[in-house]
């Protein structure tokens, strides 16, 4: 069975850094692209950040970009969201999820395995 356990969350003020960590294990990593989502209190989940097989390629929602940076490290099985210059409205539950396929769409009905998440709090 596929598990993916995410890491990495707690609270910190505006304008902080945070690491997320996300390890899969029950099946090949390296076969899969990965992605990071976050769902706010009160609203539907939304896409972050995706990286593909090799982890040579990386596709954000724009208002992360630049902010935000996804990477895998696939002989330890695990993706990392960086988290940098963090603002109130990124206070979340941020899930990793993974998919076979890289190309496509990223809304969240397309993963085939998640994590249960970790909460990050960013306050003012």
């Known amino acids: 069975q596929v598990q993916l356990v995410e890491s990495g969350g707690g609270l910190v003020q505006a304008g902080d850094s945070l690491r997320l960590s996300c390890t899969v294990s029950?099946?090949?990593?390296?076969?899969?692209?990965m992605g990071w989502f976050r769902q706010a209190p009160g609203k539907e989940r939304e896409f972050v950040a995706a990286?593909?097989?090799?982890?040579?390629?990386?596709y954000y929602l724009h208002s992360m970009k630049g902010r935000f940076t996804i990477s895998r490290d696939n002989e330890k099985k695990m993706v990392v969201l960086q988290m940098n210059s963090l603002k109130p409205e990124d206070t979340a539950v941020y899930y990793c999820a993974t998919r076979k396929s890289f190309i496509g769409s990223w809304l969240p009905h397309f993963m085939e395995y998640w994590g249960k998440g970790t909460l990050v709090t960013v306050s003012s």
């Open positions: 029950g099946r090949s990593f390296s076969g899969y692209a």
């Open positions: 990286i593909d097989l090799s982890g040579g390629n990386t």
